[in-house]
């Protein structure tokens, strides 16, 4: 009988981050593989994780799904703010600061520094006004979010780097805050089916994890 036909991502995550994709007893591991569909193996010592799926098997989106939340984990979110990735709707992008600043470790320290601002204040403000999930995890600045929350996210971590003050930023911040909940009440207006669920969920913000390792770090 023939091998069935799999598919199959081959990908790569920081060694110190494989324990945390793992999980106690493989917990956190089991969870991804179990909402998307797919077979996980992580190599602990070389970071290497390879994500596979039966061809013609559950959703075929599930492995791109399980790529992303992976990445988000390796990128230094927690698995808990890494699994909004599992909503229809969310997904990642991830800033390679080098990109900007090249490989003068001084910059990049005093850029990330601007960027989570002190404890970890500036990081709040643009998760707050962008309903995004950010993670400053080694060269890399990591956004998690709808489309137009991310494009909003990136262009003030943007300002950052190229050196604006961070009451300029946050000014910003607030505008296009404003604009997005135009866009949401514009959008629940087209469609007042789904106001009354909508509703339900507005205000809710993610709350950056004091102390998670990774996200904070410098």
Do not use: C
């Not at 324990?19 to 797919?38: A, D, Q």
């Not at 602990?44 to 959703?59: F, L, R, W």
């Not at 990735?85 to 990330?112: C, H, P, W, Y």
């Amino acid at each position: 009988m023939a091998e069935a036909a799999m598919s199959r991502i081959y990908m790569k995550i920081p060694v110190e981050r494989t324990g945390v994709l793992i999980g106690e007893s493989g917990g956190t591991k089991s969870e991804v593989e179990k909402g998307t569909g797919t077979k996980i193996t992580v190599d602990g010592k070389s970071g290497e994780v390879v994500i596979e799926t039966e061809a013609g098997k559950g959703d075929p989106s599930g492995i791109l799904k399980a790529r992303d939340i992976i990445t988000a984990i390796g990128r230094g979110f927690s698995p808990q703010r890494a699994f909004r990735l599992f909503t229809d709707g969310q997904m990642i992008e991830v800033v390679d600061l080098k990109e900007a600043l090249g490989d003068s470790r001084n910059q990049l320290l005093r850029v990330k520094g601007r960027i989570i601002g002190e404890n970890g204040k500036t990081r709040r403000i643009i998760e707050k006004l962008t309903g995004t999930a950010v993670s400053v995890y080694g060269h890399t600045v990591s956004v998690i979010g709808e489309y137009d929350e991310i494009l909003v996210a990136k262009e003030a971590i943007a300002m950052l780097v190229k050196g604006a003050m961070h009451g300029a930023v946050y000014k910003y911040l607030n505008s296009a805050h404003l604009e997005l909940k135009k866009k949401r009440l514009s959008l629940w207006e087209k469609k007042p089916e789904l106001k009354e669920g909508l509703r339900k969920g507005e205000g809710e913000s993610v709350q950056a994890t004091e102390g998670e390792r990774g996200e904070g770090e410098y």
